[in-house]
């Protein structure tokens, strides 16, 4: 499915091999945690761009791949997508409250996959808006601790 899923990104964006591999990755990851911390991640606004969206579309459509894949991740339950604009869900929680949420993912994915690297950026948008937009570098990204014990 992996091999599938990055010819799909090659063909339908013209990626490199190695950037569609890397989408095809990053879409993995956001995954695995959302299976690994349901409690805190899921329904959450998707933290990612919207090419690794794209790519969650396709192994959706895998309708026997991407059942079995769900239970292969650590929580073994079908990821479901939730399709809403950003705007429309900060009325949801409120601004506040989506901040803290995009924040969430920040120490998870650290704690799972290591710091950010100097790829990370293109594809997690609370990563890149930080990083670019508050001129934070990936270090000082990669050490936010949770704004709460949750």
């Known amino acids: 499915m992996y091999a599938e899923a990055t010819a799909y990104t090659v063909a339908r ?33 998707l933290p990612v761009e919207q090419h690794i969206d794209e790519v969650w579309h396709y192994l959706i459509l895998q309708t026997r791949e991407y059942p079995a894949l769900c239970e292969r991740l650590p929580g073994g339950f079908f990821i479901h997508h939730r399709s809403i604009a950003y705007e429309a869900y900060q ?16 120490p998870l994915y ?7 690297d100097e790829g990370a950026p293109a594809h997690w948008t609370i990563v890149r808006y930080l990083h670019q937009e508050m001129d934070m ?3 000082e990204i990669s050490a936010l601790t949770p704004l709460t014990s949750a």
Do not use: H, K, M, N
């Open 13 to 45: 964006t013209g990626a490199s091999g190695p950037e569609a591999e890397r989408q095809v990755t990053e879409c993995l990851r956001y995954l695995y945690l959302v299976s690994r911390y349901r409690d805190r991640l899921a329904g959450l606004f």
């Open 91 to 106: 009325q949801e929680p409120g601004r506040e409250r989506a901040a803290e949420e995009a924040l969430r993912w920040i």
């Open 137 to 139: 570098t990936l270090e």
């Open 110 to 116: 650290c704690r799972e996959f290591g710091p950010f």
